[in-house]
């Protein structure tokens, strides 16, 4: 794949860890505004990639230099291969989740059909190319690593299995009796939060979807109150009346 290159300043040459992960963001306002941040020295950001809501990737920084996509871990269920610092190890790619004159709020699904596609192709491009594993463990989203400063990024509504149809799920490990109770309570959360789209939208969780919700620290009744606020569950009541 060819991408049009615009050298950002915002990087730091070389790596300080062999490339192991794909890390994905949304932008949080348009396309242009995210490259002025990347092209400002004093805003210290920066993707190697940019996927528009088109379908458009533009290419920020070289795969082989630091990108200053996230340098903060909160998740303590985080790879260890991502410590100390993610940018060390990963490609961040950013999507456009702007519309309009306002930029979109975080409960509404900002996503493009083209926009999935080409976020689809460049990881698969990306992963080929790099050698990274085609699962949850090394392509996640940065809500994963940061649940408690962004966990909206890149929200609820990216169709993970479209990212990624051949294993979206953890690779398994032998626990010891902690983790193993950590293990039975997140799948009792899992469960829950599953049970709960059934009920208010009649269909299951995607694995982004389960992550966010299992990260953001609400309870059920919080995240029941939120699923009621949908656009898709307002969609569902509309044809029902």
């Not at 049009?4 to 992960?21: C, L, Q, V, Y």
């Not at 809501?53 to 269920?77: E, F, M, Y």
Request: charged share 25%; aromatic share 12%.
């Amino acid at each position: 794949m060819d991408f049009p290159f615009f050298a950002s300043p915002n990087f730091t040459s070389g790596r300080k860890k062999e490339i192991k992960a794909i890390i994905i963001h949304r932008t949080f306002g348009s396309l242009e505004k995210t490259v002025q941040r990347c092209f400002d020295p004093g805003f210290w950001e920066s993707f190697h990639f940019l996927v528009s809501r088109q379908g458009k990737i533009i290419q920020l920084v070289k795969c082989q230099d630091t990108a200053w996509h996230c340098g903060w871990i909160s998740n303590p269920k985080a790879p260890n291969f991502l410590k100390p610092n993610p940018n060390f190890c990963s490609i961040g790619i950013a999507c456009e989740d702007y519309r309009g004159k306002k930029s979109m709020a975080d409960d509404e699904n900002f996503w493009t059909g083209d926009q999935e596609n080409a976020l689809a192709e460049l990881i698969e491009y990306l992963r080929k190319n790099l050698n990274i594993p085609a699962d949850s463990y090394h392509i996640l989203g940065h809500s994963k690593i940061d649940p408690q400063r962004s966990p909206q990024d890149p929200g609820p509504f990216l169709n993970w299995k479209k990212i990624l149809p051949a294993d979206s799920h953890f690779p398994q490990k032998k626990k010891s009796q902690d983790s193993l109770q950590q293990l039975t309570n997140s799948y009792l959360l899992e469960g829950m939060i599953e049970k709960l789209f059934y009920g208010i939208l009649n269909r299951e969780p995607n694995t982004s979807e389960l992550d966010y919700y299992r990260h953001s620290g609400l309870d059920i009744a919080q995240i029941s109150g939120q699923l009621a606020r949908t656009e898709e569950f307002k969609k569902k009541l509309l044809n029902q009346y």
